[in-house]
């Protein structure tokens, strides 16, 4: 049995976290401000045994009572649409949250696991993206608010594993999706879902024709868990490698819910990234993990709950 903090733990990747461990026999700490999470992510949790949660933001002191073994820092907003909404809590998480996180896991003993992102590499220019690729990055455009605190999160990360010698991992996460994302939380995914359901257009961005990778949720938990148990301590992609174009992540969705909505194009935000691929060689080969879950298999079990969460039935 080990005690874990999760730091954004009723967010969407969060939730599922704190659920996997606390089924695995751990007593687990969420701790969030609920910016973009939501209580009901962790509604069914909140009676059990070894559950706690804590409303804080981990941009300001955090006081945990009691030991800790791990450490799992997953706050921050991560949708393109809060980059807008949240630019200065985006980088206050990344930066200031990041350094009181990882100061807890130095007072405690603990290990400490950073959700890192893909968006690191920026608009890449090698694909697929391999951990060596140090990125393409716009410091000062609108996704720069985002890629630059995750890099920052990183080189903290990599400051205190070398120096204070915290026991250090880091999780390069690419596109991800599942239950418990918000309908409205302007991603490509929900948004695409949301629309089909509501027999509204879907809408892409730019003409489609860039590339996306998107991992189901469970394979992701599975990936971040052996990297955790695992003595690894430089950045790991995560991610499903069946790169499609978002055009073809629009039909997928069209198809998967049987709606007859048409999908439409918009302009293409500044910096979007033209590609987007994980190269998974390392996590085939230091964590033996690769995904399970087909892009198809995981769009039916999304399809369920976004039915659920809008009370409707797919036409
Ligand atoms: P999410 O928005 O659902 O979850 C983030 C959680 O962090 C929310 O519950 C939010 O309320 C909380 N939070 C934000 N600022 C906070 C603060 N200052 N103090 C305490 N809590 C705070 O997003 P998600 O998709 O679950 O992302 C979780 C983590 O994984 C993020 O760090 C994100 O950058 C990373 N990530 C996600 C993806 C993906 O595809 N979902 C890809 C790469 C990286």
Known sequence: MRRVLITGGAGFIGSHLCRRFLDDGNEVVCMDNLLTGRLENIADLSGRDGFLFVKHDVTNFIHIPGDLDVVLHFASPASPTDF??????????????????????KDKGARFLLASTSECYGDPEVNPQPEGYWGNVNPIGIRGVYDEAKRFAEAMTMAYHRYHRVDTRIVRIFNTYGPAM????????????????????????????????INYVSDLIEGICRLLDSDYTDPVNIGNPE???VVEVAERVLRTTGSRSQIVFRELPADDPKVRRPDIRLAEKVLGWSPAITPDEGLNLTLRYFEAQMGSRSS
């Open 182 to 213: 918000r309908p409205d939380d302007g991603r490509m995914i929900p948004t695409f879902f949301t629309q089909a359901l509501r027999g509204e257009d879907l809408t892409v961005f730019g003409d489609g024709s860039q590339t996306r990778s």
């Open 84 to 105: 807008e909404k949240f630019p200065i809590q985006i980088l206050k998480v990344g930066a200031l949250g990041t350094h009181k996180v990882l100061g807890v896991a």
């Open 243 to 245: 790169e499609m174009t």
